[in-house]
């Protein structure tokens, strides 16, 4: 019996690395590895920057999808914890410098945020096509930004100075690197 569990384990440690080294191999952040769903179709893990339409992405953005609404219906309910009169007045005094974020509570920066997240999606100019997809992209590369550098900050926490968390920070750059170029097609079709 002990002879039995043994080997199982000698295979377990033999055979796992080869198997953990070939989902890496092919794999990219656009698309999921042949192992997770059987397919290497662009944008199926959300990621679309880097992909024609198709049943995953348009117009380089996800398609909404029942985890979106759901994200919405949670958002909402965030925002209903929030006193809105009040972190209104918060964000406006954050953003003519007349109070530090430093000084805030996370549940206050929260709100400040959605309330951010909301005026500046409700700005979009409501010109050509053109614009308003550069305008929705933006935003959508926006909150990519946002979920990278939460990501990033919560493997830092975390890690109790055991992971470097590069992979994190190389995701963040991306995001922002995607970001940048989406504020400049604004630019070009917006003004």
């Known amino acids: 019996m002990r002879?039995?569990?043994?080997?199982?384990?000698?295979?377990?440690?033999?055979?796992?690395?080869?198997?953990?080294?070939?989902?890496?191999?092919g794999c990219h952040r656009w698309?999921?590895?042949?192992?997770?769903?059987?397919?290497?179709?662009?944008?199926?893990?959300?990621?679309?920057?880097?992909?024609?339409?198709?049943?995953?992405?348009?117009?380089?953005?996800?398609?909404?999808?029942?985890s979106e609404e759901v994200v919405k219906e949670s958002k909402n309910k965030d925002i209903q914890k929030c006193d809105i009169q009040k972190d209104i007045q918060k964000y406006y005094e954050a953003i003519g410098g007349k109070i530090d974020l430093k000084t805030l509570s996370p549940k206050e920066k929260e709100c400040i945020?959605?309330?951010?997240?909301?005026?500046?999606?409700?700005?979009?100019?409501?010109?050509?096509?053109?614009?308003?997809?550069?305008?929705?992209?933006?935003?959508?590369?926006?909150?990519?930004?946002?979920?990278?550098?939460?990501?990033?900050?919560?493997?830092?926490?975390?890690?109790n100075n055991r992971n470097d968390c590069s992979r994190y920070a190389r995701d963040v750059r991306y995001s922002q690197q995607s970001y940048e170029s989406a504020v400049s097609d604004v630019e070009t079709y917006c003004d």
């Open 113 to 159: 945020l959605i309330i951010h997240q909301i005026v500046s999606k409700s700005n979009a100019p409501k010109a050509s096509n053109d614009c308003r997809d550069a305008w929705d992209q933006a935003n959508s590369y926006a909150d990519e930004v946002v979920s990278s550098a939460e990501d990033l900050i919560s493997c830092v926490k975390r890690s």
């Open 31 to 66: 698309h999921s590895c042949p192992s997770d769903s059987g397919s290497y179709i662009c944008g199926d893990i959300g990621y679309c920057s880097a992909c024609p339409d198709n049943q995953f992405c348009e117009n380089r953005s996800p398609r909404a999808s029942k």
């Open 3 to 25: 002879k039995t569990h043994f080997i199982i384990i000698i295979l377990f440690f033999c055979i796992l690395p080869f198997s953990l080294n070939a989902h890496r191999s």
